[in-house]
């Protein structure tokens, strides 16, 4: 039984950051410069055990999980805040890097089916606007990940599963927003739920506004991107020695067969949760892959 604990605390100064200027002064409006300070601090844990060793067979189970807390505590030149353009994000002093910023969606009014929002201060508007934008407190890296496995082995046959996951890490479903346009996007395929849980006559209760309401890019579309994935599953056989020592040549045989990414659970809405970026832009999902093989060594 293995326990392997960590602690850690890391300052990052003089962190490269695109330093907004005037588009008269060139480089398409911004410098580079290293004036960012970051701070990272967290736990990683690791168990390894045996639960069951006996002379033919052992069973081993292993697990990891780490949390990260992230905070920005300097910008440029004293600034506090900088919205990124495009990114629905915005880099505050005292919040963690990638934080959304983003108006809140508070629905459908089921009277008339047009499309509510809250104000910055929670009042209910049918007008949506920039400045009722608000930190969510919901970021794309996931402060919690980690996995778990185990292994059985039976003289030479195993059988070793692996699973990843990670949770609170939330993706802005760009795709979502062209599938759900209702109207402004017509000429892009849309999703069943316009012609299913779309507002059509008073008493409606759903998330989708009468036709004609366009979609914005509001927290209606951004989406919970945790996960539990089962990353590798793999079922060995290494052939015996006296077997391999008949043949005098080989030293070890071991054959096997292999499946990558079988299994994910999510409530995340695109093809992916694993995605590389804030933004989901229909990005090719992780493929299933199943491997037969052989390893032998002379």
Same mark, same amino acid.
Request: aromatic share 14%; net charge negative; no cysteine.
């Given at each position: 039984?293995?326990?392997?604990?960590?602690?850690?605390?890391?300052?990052?100064?003089?962190?490269?950051?695109?330093?907004?200027?005037?588009?008269?002064?060139?480089?398409? =409006?911004?410098?580079?410069?290293?004036?960012?300070?970051?701070?990272?601090?967290?736990?990683?844990?690791?168990?390894?055990?045996?639960?069951?060793?006996?002379?033919?067979?052992?069973?081993?189970?292993?697990?990891?999980?780490?949390?990260?807390?992230?905070?920005?505590?300097?910008?440029?030149?004293?600034? *506090?805040?900088?919205?990124?353009?495009?990114?629905?994000?915005?880099?505050?002093? =005292?919040?963690?890097?990638?934080?959304?910023?983003?108006?809140?969606?508070?629905?459908?009014?089921?009277?008339?089916?047009?499309?509510?929002?809250?104000?910055?201060?929670?009042?209910?508007?049918?007008?949506?606007?920039?400045?009722?934008?608000?930190?969510?407190?919901?970021?794309?890296?996931?402060?919690?990940?980690?996995?778990?496995?185990?292994?059985?082995?039976?003289? =030479?046959? +195993?059988?070793?599963?692996?699973? +990843?996951?990670?949770?609170?890490?939330?993706?802005?479903?760009?795709?979502?927003?062209?599938?759900?346009?209702?109207?402004?996007?017509?000429?892009?395929?849309?999703?069943?739920?316009?012609?299913?849980?779309?507002?059509?006559?008073?008493?409606?209760?759903?998330?989708?506004?009468?036709? =004609? #309401?366009?979609? *914005?890019?509001?927290?209606?579309?951004?989406?919970?991107?945790?996960?539990?994935?089962?990353?590798?599953?793999?079922?060995?056989? #290494?052939?015996?020695?006296?077997?391999?020592?008949?043949?005098?040549?080989?030293?070890?045989?071991?054959?096997?067969?292999?499946?990558?990414?079988?299994?994910?659970?999510?409530?995340?809405?695109?093809?992916?949760?694993?995605?590389?970026?804030?933004?989901?832009?229909?990005?090719?999902?992780?493929?299933?892959?199943?491997?037969?093989?052989?390893?032998?060594?002379?």
């Amino acid at each position: 039984f293995n326990v392997d604990l960590e602690l850690y605390h890391k300052r990052t100064s003089d962190m490269l950051m695109e330093v907004p200027q005037s588009y008269s002064e060139g480089n398409n =409006g911004f410098r580079w410069d290293n004036i960012g300070v970051m701070t990272n601090m967290g736990v990683e844990l690791a168990i390894n055990a045996d639960v069951l060793r006996l002379r033919d067979f052992v069973w081993n189970l292993s697990a990891n999980v780490s949390y990260n807390k992230n905070e920005i505590k300097e910008l440029y030149n004293g600034v *506090q805040e900088y919205e990124l353009p495009n990114t629905s994000t915005k880099w505050v002093v =005292g919040r963690p890097l990638g934080e959304f910023y983003i108006n809140r969606y508070a629905g459908v009014n089921p009277a008339n089916g047009d499309a509510l929002w809250y104000t910055k201060d929670g009042e209910l508007t049918t007008e949506f606007r920039e400045e009722d934008k608000v930190m969510t407190g919901k970021t794309f890296d996931s402060p919690w990940a980690g996995g778990f496995g185990t292994t059985f082995a039976w003289k =030479g046959l +195993s059988l070793s599963a692996q699973f +990843s996951w990670m949770a609170d890490r939330y993706v802005m479903n760009n795709d979502r927003f062209f599938e759900e346009s209702n109207g402004l996007y017509s000429a892009y395929n849309q999703s069943k739920r316009l012609l299913y849980d779309r507002w059509k006559k008073p008493g409606d209760l759903t998330d989708i506004p009468r036709y =004609g #309401v366009v979609a *914005q890019l509001d927290d209606r579309f951004l989406e919970n991107a945790s996960f539990l994935r089962l990353k590798n599953l793999t079922l060995a056989y #290494v052939l015996p020695q006296p077997i391999l020592k008949k043949t005098n040549f080989f030293t070890s045989a071991r054959i096997y067969l292999q499946g990558q990414n079988l299994l994910t659970f999510t409530g995340f809405n695109g093809l992916d949760p694993e995605v590389a970026s804030n933004i989901y832009r229909a990005q090719y999902p992780a493929s299933r892959q199943y491997t037969l093989g052989i390893e032998v060594s002379f």
